[in-house]
């Protein structure tokens, strides 16, 4: 079987699926690959500061293929998929895009995908690290709702930088940079069958392109180098540094199933007066009654520089007692701070909060500091 050289060793076989793109990113030198939704997601192919820094300056590509989609068809499409979120799929127009949570009956996150109205009648679920086409199909198997529910021949790949449009529109014309912030546009390149998006996990200006065929894959992946190469593009790996400055969530680290949209500041994803039914609208109405008991807060760590991300969570500490766990942590080479996010109970998510982190150098002390670090009101990727 192929291998990656290293101090560790990675096994490509086939309990584990590929993208369209794996063979193509794979001669790029990816350093490592993580598993996400069941498939190889390439990591770091340099230094990651060194990779920040031509997201935040040029424009990058990412193989993330990943991302399956959940595709939600047939004549209840629409009521199928709106009883699965707390967001209200009534406003959302074909072409258009909404970031969103899938909840459980108690009101935990499933999965927080972004959601696109392909067709009236047909909806993608463009996921996180999570089963949810086993979950909306469990849903659906002993209801009244007349839905098919597949995984569609879909694999995206992200343009992200400040020269993302430039890239964008070398290979799509014009009309690309029409698109509105979180919408979309069904069209071919060369040929290929694609779905341009103006979305992106990086909080700069970007575009996602969803494949439609996935035997065109290396085809779609050399053209758009092609066509960035005057842009200086680069591959790289979904940017921990920059996802963390702009306040964006990982499931399974920042969020899990026992979290709730509420405490982990995603309470503006329930549309608190959405009048159809959901999973889980009961319990979130409880919840919001109540008032939640823990919190996910932003955090400045002091002193020397610290790791790009975690290998395992961090215990926060008051008074020598743990009250909560660091969930992501990083250098901000603009800040030139350690910043990160920690769970904790409410009392302790006051800004300007003392705590202390358990770091692998030692002790540090903590400020609890407002999030997103950086560009709080997302003007840069609306732009």
Request: charged content about 25%.
């Amino acid at each position: 079987m192929p291998e990656i050289e290293g101090s560790s060793k990675l096994f490509f076989g086939p309990w584990y699926r590929k993208s369209p793109y794996f063979e193509a990113s794979r001669r790029y030198g990816p350093q490592s690959y993580d598993i996400y939704n069941h498939m190889y997601l390439p990591g770091p192919y340099a230094d990651p500061e060194e990779e920040y820094w031509h997201l935040v300056n040029h424009v990058t590509m990412w193989d993330v293929g990943v991302e399956r989609q959940v595709e939600i068809s047939g004549k209840d499409a629409a009521k199928f998929t709106d009883y699965l979120t707390p967001r209200d799929l009534t406003k959302c127009d074909v072409g258009q895009g909404k970031y969103v949570v899938i909840t459980a009956v108690d009101g935990g996150i499933i999965n927080d995908p972004v959601l696109m109205r392909v067709e009236k009648d047909r909806f993608w679920l463009s996921l996180a690290n999570s089963d949810v086409l086993l979950w909306a199909k469990g849903v659906a198997v002993n209801s009244d709702f007349d839905v098919d529910i597949t995984e569609p021949d879909v694999s995206p790949m992200q343009l992200q930088g400040p020269k993302s449009k430039n890239v964008a529109k070398a290979l799509f014309g014009p009309k690309v940079l029409d698109l509105p912030y979180y919408y979309f546009l069904d069209t071919k390149l060369d040929g290929i069958p694609v779905v341009v998006t103006r979305t992106g996990w990086s909080a700069e200006v970007g575009y996602e392109i969803y494949l439609r065929d996935g035997s065109k894959g290396e085809a779609l992946w050399e053209k758009v180098m092609t066509a960035g190469k005057p842009f200086n593009i680069r591959p790289i790996a979904p940017s921990e540094i920059r996802r963390i400055e702009a306040g964006i969530l990982n499931y399974g680290s920042d969020m899990i199933l026992e979290n709730n949209p509420y405490e982990v500041g995603l309470g503006w994803l329930v549309d608190e007066g959405k009048k159809a039914d959901y999973v889980g609208k009961k319990a979130l109405a409880k919840i919001k009654k109540a008032g939640v008991k823990r919190k996910l807060v932003g955090v400045e760590i002091h002193g020397p520089r610290l790791a790009v991300w975690l290998d395992e969570f961090w215990d926060v500490t008051t008074g020598g007692k743990k009250i909560g766990h660091l969930t992501a942590v990083t250098y901000s080479p603009r800040l030139k701070k350690n910043i990160g996010y920690a769970n904790v109970p409410v009392r302790y998510g006051k800004l300007g909060t003392k705590v202390t982190i358990a770091t692998p150098l030692g002790d540090r002390d903590a400020t609890v500091v407002r999030k997103p670090f950086i560009d709080p009101k997302k003007d840069i990727p609306k732009s």
